[in-house]
């Protein structure tokens, strides 16, 4: 058995030679790091939109949560537990009165670049999906597009966002509104001028979160010492603490998550296997992008995966 949603997708792409991995060194990179940004960087306006609108969205949730459980006479209790234990996820990962508007704002921003760039391609790096689109799609289909409240906004605000969501779930390409449509990534290896649009709108965030993350849990390793083999991400792991940043000038306080390093290990990894002029080019697109801090960003101890679990090296 393979636990997790990166795991198996990662266990079948090798078995099938990776088909949704570029070859190109750029276009590889960018797409492993918006894996990681859907992953772990868009928690908080995906926790924002399912639980701070209640009047658009309890309906749904409690459906769907209730249903995902036996039937069997503890179920509406065990449906409520879980609700009340998961409204508190906005506020773990930094959304609160005063953080919800700079939080809100940045949203929309990323929709509408997002939503440009859509309009010319149909997926993240051309014409068929990547790595990035499948870690993107975790919280924009599984909130922000299914979730009542930020679906709507995404249908109003955003009708490409919204047709990506869609097209990412049938198994054909689905790109009818596209003529002359292509069946690969962009040519020459490229990173589209629009796509890297979105990249400094989420930069915004991702960047100074991921730096004060990484000094916290470098702080909570150096006075812990965990043993090798310990759990480092979930419930039977330690929390490392909150970590502290700025944003749009309101100071955001969130939860500082070891796995978001677990997958980041994977863009670090990629760029020192690089040649030198490979990473030239690299760099030249994470600068652009204003995500370049990333691959200097790491943690003291490597994490790695051992009976279905993340734990430390």
Same mark, same amino acid.
């Given at each position: 058995?393979?636990? !997790?949603?990166?795991?198996?997708?990662?266990?079948?792409?090798?078995?099938?030679?990776?088909?949704?991995?570029?070859?190109?060194?750029?276009?590889?990179?960018?797409?492993?790091?918006?894996?990681?940004?859907?992953?772990?960087?868009?928690?908080?306006?995906?926790?924002?939109?399912?639980?701070?609108?209640?009047? !658009?969205?309890?309906?749904?949730?409690?459906?769907?949560?209730?249903?995902?459980?036996?039937?069997?006479?503890?179920?509406?209790?065990?449906?409520?537990?879980?609700?009340?234990?998961?409204?508190?996820?906005?506020?773990?990962?930094?959304?609160?009165?005063?953080?919800?508007?700079?939080?809100?704002?940045?949203?929309?921003?990323?929709?509408?670049?997002?939503?440009?760039?859509?309009?010319?391609?149909?997926?993240?790096?051309?014409?068929?999906?990547?790595?990035?689109?499948?870690?993107?799609?975790?919280?924009?289909?599984?909130?922000?597009?299914?979730?009542?409240?930020?679906?709507?906004?995404?249908?109003?605000?955003? %009708?490409?966002?919204?047709?990506?969501?869609?097209?990412?779930?049938?198994?054909?390409?689905?790109?009818?509104?596209?003529?002359?449509?292509?069946?690969?990534?962009?040519? !020459?290896?490229?990173?589209?001028?629009?796509?890297?649009?979105?990249?400094?709108?989420?930069?915004?965030?991702?960047?100074?979160?991921?730096?004060?993350?990484?000094?916290?849990?470098?702080?909570?390793?150096?006075?812990?010492?965990?043993?090798?083999?310990?759990?480092? %991400?979930?419930?039977?792991?330690?929390?490392?603490?909150?970590?502290?940043?700025?944003?749009?000038?309101?100071?955001?306080?969130?939860?500082?998550?070891?796995?978001?390093?677990?997958?980041?290990?994977? %863009?670090? !990894?990629?760029?020192?296997?690089?040649?030198?002029?490979?990473?030239?080019?690299?760099?030249?697109?994470?600068?652009?992008?204003?995500?370049?801090?990333?691959?200097?960003?790491?943690?003291?101890?490597?994490?790695?995966?051992?009976?279905?679990?993340?734990?430390?090296?």
């Amino acid at each position: 058995m393979i636990r !997790d949603g990166t795991a198996i997708i990662e266990h079948f792409e090798a078995a099938l030679g990776r088909p949704s991995r570029p070859t190109g060194p750029k276009q590889r990179i960018i797409s492993a790091l918006f894996d990681v940004i859907g992953t772990d960087g868009l928690l908080r306006p995906a926790m924002h939109y399912r639980w701070n609108f209640p009047e !658009d969205n309890l309906a749904f949730v409690r459906y769907h949560l209730l249903h995902s459980q036996r039937d069997t006479p503890e179920r509406s209790e065990k449906t409520e537990a879980m609700m009340n234990r998961m409204r508190h996820a906005a506020m773990i990962f930094g959304v609160t009165e005063q953080s919800q508007g700079a939080v809100e704002s940045l949203y929309l921003d990323y929709l509408e670049a997002l939503n440009a760039h859509l309009e010319h391609y149909p997926y993240l790096l051309g014409w068929r999906p990547s790595i990035g689109d499948f870690g993107l799609i975790a919280p924009m289909y599984a909130h922000l597009g299914r979730d009542p409240h930020p679906a709507t906004l995404m249908q109003q605000q955003a %009708v490409s966002v919204h047709r990506w969501v869609e097209r990412m779930n049938p198994y054909d390409q689905d790109v009818p509104e596209f003529f002359n449509a292509g069946t690969d990534f962009v040519e !020459d290896y490229e990173i589209p001028k629009s796509l890297m649009a979105v990249l400094r709108v989420l930069a915004e965030d991702f960047v100074p979160e991921t730096l004060a993350a990484a000094d916290v849990i470098n702080g909570w390793l150096a006075e812990n010492h965990p043993g090798a083999g310990a759990p480092a %991400v979930g419930r039977l792991a330690q929390a490392p603490g909150t970590a502290s940043f700025v944003l749009r000038g309101e100071t955001i306080e969130a939860l500082a998550q070891p796995h978001r390093f677990h997958l980041l290990q994977r %863009v670090q !990894d990629d760029y020192v296997s690089l040649s030198e002029t490979d990473k030239v080019g690299v760099d030249a697109v994470l600068g652009q992008s204003a995500m370049g801090a990333i691959l200097e960003e790491i943690l003291s101890r490597r994490i790695e995966r051992a009976n279905n679990l993340e734990v430390w090296a």
